[in-house]
């Protein structure tokens, strides 16, 4: 991971995990205009068709592209659905078989530094379970987090009445992503459980899933149901997942680990990123 790479956590709402995912974005090839010299500088006369650039600016195109892609091929997707096939089918270990390094520590990466990992187009076109989410999906989320229905309005621009007392009992981290993120943001909180929807959008019918996770340090997590079992393409399964403090305490400002769901073809793999109180107040300062 490029030092320059924008990084977690989220401090807008702490309950949604970002970056997202992270592709090639350091030193990359690609054709250049001819009303400015390579090196932007007004003394330089030089004109080229191509150059090498480094930034988010490199990186954002390559994931462009590959949603673009995604949508020629699945047509039927939602822009949510894209989303999470990138996200759920990304690699996290580099070339030598280590997990990704933050090159501005010198350290592994985080899901902080590195999303759900690197984008893998190849096995985003079949990822076997998405984690979609729509226009109500998208209310509900924005009730959570306290507007209020004339609010809503100017983001649904439809003319329906949005209610949010429809929506009660939803919270933030109740937004169906492909990616978790948990704040426990006092002492005396002990468990959090989260909500979600996955799609089987692969080719077997009779797909059954099982749950596999990685329990972020200072936490024990649960996944009801463990195993997910399909009987139809399209078909949807709903799984709680909650996150408990465990014994003892926890020295970082933040754990990670994982969730992942296999069918023994497709492994469908989501991050997990803790925040504990100490975190939650220099968020607050």
């Not at 090498?52 to 600016?57: A, E, H, K």
């Not at 390094?101 to 690197?118: E, I, L, N, Q």
Request: glycine share 8%.
């Amino acid at each position: 991971m490029a030092s320059f790479s924008g990084r977690g956590p989220n401090f807008r709402v702490r309950e949604i995990l970002k970056p997202d995912i992270t592709a090639p974005g350091v030193e990359i090839l690609a054709a250049w205009t001819g009303a400015s010299s390579p090196s932007g500088l007004e003394g330089d006369t030089r004109r080229v068709e191509y150059n090498m650039l480094s930034g988010t600016s490199m990186s954002c195109p390559h994931v462009s592209g590959i949603a673009a892609l995604l949508r020629q091929a699945r047509p039927e997707w939602s822009p949510a659905a894209i989303k999470s096939a990138m996200m759920t089918t990304a690699y996290n270990v580099d070339s030598s078989g280590g997990v990704i390094v933050d090159m501005a520590t010198g350290k592994a990466s985080t899901p902080f530094a590195r999303g759900a990992g690197h984008v893998d187009p190849n096995r985003a076109v079949d990822p076997g379970l998405v984690y979609d989410a729509g226009a109500e999906d998208y209310i509900a989320f924005l009730c959570a987090l306290g507007y209020t229905d004339d609010q809503i309005a100017i983001f649904t621009r439809d003319g329906s009445a949005t209610n949010c007392s429809a929506h009660a009992g939803s919270s933030v981290g109740d937004l169906n992503y492909p990616a978790f993120a948990a704040v426990f943001s006092s002492r005396k909180l002990r468990a959090i459980t989260q909500r979600r929807v996955v799609r089987n959008v692969g080719s077997n019918t009779q797909a059954t899933y099982n749950a596999t996770v990685t329990s972020p340090a200072g936490t024990r997590v649960t996944v009801k149901p463990h195993k997910l079992r399909f009987t139809a393409t399209q078909q949807t399964q709903e799984y709680l997942i909650t996150f408990t403090r465990a014994a003892g305490s926890v020295k970082e400002a933040h754990t990670f680990g994982s969730i992942a769901w296999s069918d023994g073809e497709h492994t469908v793999t989501s991050p997990i990123a803790i925040t504990w109180p100490s975190a939650t107040k220099i968020a607050e300062i």
